[in-house]
């Protein structure tokens, strides 16, 4: 399975700022997503991060409020913007190594997001 | 309702004994089923796929039950590191639409 790492691994921000998630896999994926797990709770699509095109959005997900990039294969970043206490959440990356939707997902460590 | 249903536990579980726990699925589209390991404050981690025929590894046996919508998961002999949550995962045949149940928490006791 692909290797991947995020950056920050974690962070305090103040309410109103913006964060930048990154996540590198070490070898190319076909899909790469991102995925909010609130405290207690399971975890959450955001999107799917498309290479070269924007990403696609789940329901209650804007691309104002957590605008995503995909400039290659093995890269992607997550926005979190004009944060709120409430996006206090870890965000995990995951990928896709093959080209059927029912394989597997690998996840990133995550990022975990404590917003005053 | 929510699509992927759990029993959120905690199962208490004496060192060596077996413990068993099922998921329920509410699309009947569903097409792929798995089961993650997620320790505290960790990633998920696949434990297993869940194979229509049901299969085995070591001692975790998963089962698929298509005509009741639901899969189980069963842990013999069970360890201390067996203490986590364990999150259903199912998928229809959309890319990336991997539903996540809140997850089953299992406590291994010595």
């Known amino acids: 399975s692909a290797v991947i790492s995020q950056k920050p691994s974690r962070d305090i921000c103040q309410r109103g700022t913006s964060l930048t998630i990154q996540c590198q896999v070490d070898?190319?994926?076909?899909?790469m997503f991102w995925y909010r797990q609130q405290p207690g709770q399971s975890l959450t699509l955001i999107a799917t991060?498309?290479?070269?095109?924007?990403?696609?959005?789940e329901s209650g997900f804007v691309i104002d409020k957590f605008p995503i990039s995909r400039p290659n294969l093995t890269f992607s970043t997550l926005t979190v913007s004009n944060m709120s206490p409430e996006d206090s959440s870890i965000y995990l990356c995951?990928?896709?190594?093959?080209?059927?939707?029912?394989?597997?997902?690998?996840f990133g460590p995550g990022t975990r997001l404590t917003v005053l | 309702r929510k699509e992927v249903e759990q029993d959120p536990g905690p199962f208490n579980v004496p060192e060596g004994a077996t413990v068993a726990f099922n998921c329920t699925y509410s699309?009947?589209?569903?097409?792929?089923f798995f089961w993650y390991r997620q320790d505290c404050r960790k990633e998920p981690k696949l434990l297993m796929s869940?194979?229509?025929s049901g299969n085995e590894d070591g001692r975790f046996t998963a089962q698929l039950n298509r005509a009741s919508q639901y899969i189980s998961l069963l842990i013999r002999d069970s360890k201390l590191s067996d203490s986590a949550t364990y999150l259903c995962?199912?998928?229809?045949?959309?890319?990336?639409?991997?539903?996540f149940g809140a997850g089953t928490q299992v406590v291994v006791t010595p």
């Open positions: 995951s990928v896709q190594d093959r080209e059927s939707p029912t394989d597997t997902q690998y």
């Open positions: 995962v199912v998928n229809t045949d959309s890319w990336g639409k991997f539903q």
């Open positions: 869940v194979y229509s």
């Open positions: 699309n009947s589209a569903s097409q792929s």
């Open positions: 991060a498309n290479q070269g095109s924007e990403a696609t959005y």
């Open positions: 070898s190319q994926v076909t899909m």
